[in-house]
């Protein structure tokens, strides 16, 4: 994981969110949270994705729920901020994300910035022109690795983006994998964006504060992860990560639960279809 990453592929756990997105769509019932099946043609999988263990419907239910509204309320956001004259949209970690290609009509009118290391954007950018999809003008991809590449906030401003104008900055599903003090410094220099900016960031809660279900399935998750390489590192309580937000220096930071996302994007259904507690979301302002 470095700046000369020179893998031809992307890393395991892009294209599994990529997959379970596409699986809410393919097999939960309608209102589809999120429709995504981009990310799932951009993957290219073996013809037998669906019988791998970490696909199965009823054992991935609340990962491919979490994955979906953590996804939305991030796109809510910079879309409701767009129409208010936000033209910035960063995404931190953007792995196999689809919102230029799925919301042209919104994404054209912002300057999307998709930051990844190296070697799996690279082969991103060639699924997207195989796919006949391209990379248009608006649509920016920031090579970085955010561990050992301290330029990454240089490289941003080098691709176009104006740190004088306001953003929505989204990092979802990254933190665990980054050091805290790797998160913090992250923070700090977020703090740098123009007034008005908003940042979103997923959090992985301590293993103590899941129930007991959930801690069976973040344990097997952690030892994916880290036999994939990408260990999970960092854990904050909702308390340590607000603190964390206003100590690097944003003027307002707030947790949003999963609560919230279940009472926006779950209510009603039928199939009881709810995000877990385990990854929440911090929201914080410039």
């Known amino acids: 994981m470095s700046g000369s990453d020179t893998r031809v592929g992307p890393d395991d756990t892009a294209v599994r969110v990529a997959l379970w997105r596409a699986l809410h769509v393919l097999v939960d019932a309608p209102p589809h949270v999120l429709h995504d099946k981009v990310g799932l043609s951009i993957a290219d999988p073996d013809p037998g994705w669906r019988e791998r263990g970490d696909m199965h419907p009823d054992g991935t239910r609340a990962f491919r729920a979490g994955i979906v509204a953590r996804a939305r309320f991030v796109e809510d956001l910079a879309v409701e901020r767009a129409a208010h004259g936000l033209t910035q949209y960063v995404l931190l970690g953007a792995g196999l994300d689809t919102f230029a290609q799925r919301r042209p009509e919104a994404a054209a009118g912002l300057r999307v910035f998709e930051v990844d290391r190296p070697g799996p954007q690279e082969w991103k950018r060639r699924r997207l022109d195989e796919l006949g999809l391209g990379v248009p003008g608006w649509l920016r991809l920031v090579p970085v690795d955010f561990e050992t590449d301290g330029a990454w906030w240089e490289r941003l401003t080098a691709s176009g983006f104006d740190p004088g104008m306001p953003a929505v900055v989204a990092s979802t599903g990254v933190s665990m994998y980054l050091t805290r003090e790797a998160n913090a410094a992250t923070l700090r220099q977020l703090t740098a964006l123009a007034p008005g900016s908003t940042v979103a960031m997923t959090f992985q809660e301590p293993l103590e504060m899941l129930d007991p279900g959930m801690r069976v399935a973040r344990q097997a998750a952690e030892r994916g992860a ?3 390489g ?11 990560i607000v603190a964390l937000a206003l100590d690097a220096g944003f003027g307002e930071a707030r947790h949003v639960s ?14 009881g279809l709810r995000t877990p507690k385990g990854e929440e979301m911090l929201l914080a302002t410039v």
């Open 226 to 228: 880290a036999a994939a």
């Open 230 to 240: 990408t260990p999970f590192i960092s854990f904050f309580t909702p308390e340590e």
């Open 258 to 271: 999963t609560d919230l996302l279940n009472e926006r994007y779950f209510a009603g259904r039928a199939d």
